[in-house]
């Protein structure tokens, strides 16, 4: 039975974050496959990641900078191994390429890192993000990353098209998909018996913190006298102290905190808002209002990547008076209302169906595991990467584990 390696930046907490959901649903397809699988994190344990055991999956507590990991890998041996997030590709792959050069190398970006702090940038700046992306250290770091792997999967078209055009990756070693949907549409709460306004996110994420303080000091003052009926509820994991002082049942202001069932959250609500300022990648909240039938309103970047033909579930809208007044509007609008519910439908099924994605996936694989020295052979620039991070990395890796041992 072949066998997959995940190297993991943080054990997955599907309840938590998109980015949980999406690991569950790569070590699915793997395991679809015939993939025995590894998860392996250098990340402390948390008490919300799932319990691997319980879907077939073997756990190993990994090392940083320790040549244990060397051991480790020689003894398994896998034939694939995924890195999550390019920071574990750095501090990992060079290690992969040397023990087990067949295995190939896979990158999940989750969403570009760059990107997104180009962007919170460029909001804190007020400058344009593509000036700020091409001076970051992050993006060398990252887009390096991409070229010494074999594949790397990318989660919004908009990524990959930058990618392409901004920084010349070549489009054989980069894989479009999305957050995945695999359900049918149920049954939902109709608009007469839900109420309130929601959000949902994170709070390890600064944009959806952004998104909380926007919410609280420019969108909620003036929509809470515009719908005197409604509230404004905030759930999310790993809320700080920051967080929870936004909390004011007068001004009907609520932080809800961590949401146990993310469904019946989103499905009970009215409207979703997400006035999404800086980010990347595609947003599993806004995916989910679509699956679960809540219309939302969101900005220019929080749909990106998400619309299918222009239409929407909802509203974009990136100025405050007019995400407020859609906002209100969708609200209060019954027949609107299902009309944007049924375009949240659409979306789903002609953007995100489950089958259609990994059956190209699968076929990428296919190739990869069929002819891998000729694709490696077509990109130079991620073998002279490869070469020059194993040559730099390893003495340096070296260097560290050395003054270890020595403190210890």
Not at 221 to 239: C, D, F, H, N, S
């Amino acid at each position: 039975m072949p066998l997959l390696l995940i190297i993991g930046y943080v054990w997955p907490e599907p309840g938590s974050s998109a980015a949980g959901s999406r690991m569950l649903q790569l070590i699915r397809f793997f395991q679809s496959e015939g993939f025995a699988v590894t998860f392996a994190s250098p990340a402390a344990h948390s008490e919300f990641a799932i319990n691997l055991y319980s879907i077939g999956v073997t756990p190993e507590t990994i090392r940083l900078n320790c040549s244990s990991f060397d051991d480790f890998i020689r003894e398994i041996r896998p034939d694939v191994v995924l890195f999550d997030r390019f920071m574990m590709e750095e501090q990992f792959g060079w290690r992969v390429a040397r023990y087990c050069p067949d295995a190939i190398r896979i990158l999940d970006t989750e969403d570009l890192h760059c990107l997104r702090e180009a962007r919170r940038l460029a909001y804190k700046r007020q400058t344009d993000y593509r000036e700020e992306l091409v001076t970051l250290e992050i993006a060398k770091r990252e887009i390096a990353s991409i070229f010494r792997s074999d594949l790397t999967l990318m989660i919004s078209e908009f990524e990959m098209e930058l990618l392409v055009n901004n920084f010349k990756v070549d489009p054989a070693i980069i894989h479009y998909i999305p957050l995945l949907v695999d359900s049918e549409q149920s049954s939902l709460v109709p608009f007469e018996e839900r109420k309130n306004f929601v959000f949902i996110g994170n709070f390890f994420h600064e944009p959806n913190w952004n998104c909380v303080k926007v919410l609280k000091n420019e969108i909620w003052p003036v929509l809470k006298e515009k719908v005197p009926e409604a509230t404004m509820q905030i759930y999310g994991a790993y809320a700080t102290q920051k967080v929870t002082d936004l909390h004011n049942p007068k001004e009907r202001f609520w932080i809800m905190g961590r949401a146990d069932d993310a469904k019946e959250v989103i499905t009970n609500a009215r409207v979703l808002l997400a006035p999404i300022r800086f980010g990347a990648g595609i947003k599993g909240k806004l995916l989910e209002a679509m699956l679960y039938g809540t219309p939302t309103v969101t900005t220019t970047i929080g749909a990106e990547s998400m619309q299918d033909n222009g239409d929407w579930n909802g509203y974009i809208s990136d100025d405050a008076a007019a995400f407020i007044a859609n906002a209100a509007t969708l609200y209060s609008d019954s027949e609107l209302w299902n009309r944007k519910q049924q375009n949240g439908y659409r979306i789903v099924k002609a953007r995100y169906t489950a089958k259609w994605h990994l059956e190209a996936l699968k076929q990428r694989l296919h190739d990869l595991q069929h002819d891998l020295k000729q694709h490696r052979q077509a990109n130079f620039i991620g073998a002279m990467l490869q070469h020059h991070s194993m040559q730099s990395t390893h003495y340096m890796a070296k260097w560290i584990a050395e003054k270890n041992k020595a403190t210890q």
